[in-house]
């Protein structure tokens, strides 16, 4: 008897300890009307196009601009040999109007000084700027370790989230939206919301860089971290000259599956009572019913296939969820096989710090806090160097 009590207990405590698994999970390769998904012209003419219209209409949001005619670059200051004469920085001032006024922002590049056009990481920063992306380089952060970036033949770009929109609840009073959007009430539910103004900034950003000689427009990622983290995602599936999203820590509405059992991570209804300007005013309708809805995030993030995506996760970040961070890049991969690429190349939740970078879908899980740090970096990095950048 006391030792089946023993065996019970042990198998109790092996169930508590085992990762949990995701259930009833929306199927990523079954069209809306139930049909198989099973090509790559059906993903893309049918399956893609109706995720991507549910994605925008229930949860990012519409935007009414994308690239405005008035958009026009211009240096902010002279260029500038920095970094122990390893980068040249360039200052760039972006300005624009809409049928409501004008905005500008102004974002900083620092090119490795080389023969050949750079490959390119652009950040989406989201915490003061005077702190993580200083031109000057007086003050240094991991948050943009730019010197590193440089010394491994990558530029590093970076404009602040809150120079396109502000992050807090403006209806459509202020930044971007208020050029683009008729003062005062919101015309529908179905408007973006910041996170995809946001990532309509990286986009100006990226017209740049297609104009910039030194840059190999062909090759730039897009980071984020946490709310960072869910805009790069945004930017890459909204825009496809996006080679790469590295999405670091970026949870609920992110790359964080809602159909996992985690219950110390954020869910709908945390999310929407502290950010509901993050997303269109649709989203609120799935507050408490994600589970009954007919999408999950991993399919936000198939569709940047067969372009390559990085997911990471911290030790400590339980309101991020990890395992739910890296199911949904295991979930997300059937679309890189239609064509014929693989995406997280995975036999299970890793340790920390074993990276999973054989596909086309990187995951890592750094040990620590809630945070975008230099061992983070690096990792997009080796993948970028894996898949050519640099060659
Ligand atoms: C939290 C929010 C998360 C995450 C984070 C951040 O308060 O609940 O979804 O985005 O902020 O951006 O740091």
């Not at 139930?34 to 949860?59: H, M, N, S, Y």
């Not at 005013?281 to 198939?302: P, T």
Request: overall charge negative; proline content about 7%.
């Amino acid at each position: 008897m006391e030792k089946l009590i023993a065996a019970s207990f042990a198998l109790a405590a092996l169930v508590a300890a085992a990762a949990p698994i995701p259930e009833n999970v929306p199927e990523l390769m079954t069209t809306f009307s139930g049909e198989k998904v099973t090509t790559r012209g059906q993903w893309e003419k049918v399956r893609a196009p109706e995720l991507l219209a549910e994605f925008t209409e229930e949860e990012y949001g519409r935007r009414p601009v994308e690239r405005p005619a008035s958009l026009s670059f211009e240096r902010a200051e002279p260029d500038a040999v920095m970094m122990d004469s390893k980068a040249v920085r360039k200052r760039i001032r972006v300005t624009y109007a809409g049928p409501y006024g004008g905005g500008k922002f102004t974002f900083t590049a620092f090119i490795p000084r080389q023969e050949k056009p750079a490959p390119a990481f652009l950040l989406i920063c989201n915490r003061p700027p005077d702190e993580n992306i200083d031109p000057t380089r007086r003050r240094k952060s991991e948050f943009w370790p730019a010197e590193e970036i440089v010394s491994r033949g990558y530029a590093a770009i970076s404009f602040w989230n809150g120079d396109i929109a502000p992050d807090w609840n403006t209806g459509n009073r202020q930044g971007v939206f208020a050029c683009f959007e008729e003062p005062g009430r919101r015309k529908s539910h179905a408007l973006w919301g910041t996170l995809s103004a946001w990532a309509w900034g990286a986009s100006r950003v990226m017209d740049w860089i297609e104009t910039e000689p030194l840059l190999d427009a062909r090759h730039v990622a897009v980071v984020g971290h946490s709310r960072g983290g869910k805009t790069a995602l945004v930017a890459a599936v909204y825009d496809r000259r996006f080679a790469m999203a590295c999405s670091n820590d970026s949870g609920c509405s992110g790359a964080k599956l809602n159909h996992i059992d985690l219950p110390k991570s954020e869910h709908l209804s945390a999310i929407v009572r502290s950010f509901p300007y993050w997303f269109c005013a649709n989203y609120i309708a799935h507050v408490n019913a994600e589970l009954e809805w007919r999408v999950d995030q991993h399919e936000f993030i198939a569709l940047i296939a067969p372009r390559l995506v990085c997911i990471a996760s911290a030790t400590e970040d339980m309101w991020a969820g990890q395992e739910g961070e890296y199911w949904s890049g295991a979930l997300a991969s059937p679309a890189w096989e239609l064509y014929g690429l693989k995406g997280l190349v995975s036999d299970g939740f890793p340790p920390p710090e074993r990276p999973l970078q054989d596909g086309c879908i990187s995951y890592h899980l750094r040990v620590g806090k809630h945070n975008l740090t230099l061992y983070d970096w690096n990792r997009y990095m080796d993948f970028a160097d894996r898949h050519g950048w640099r060659d």
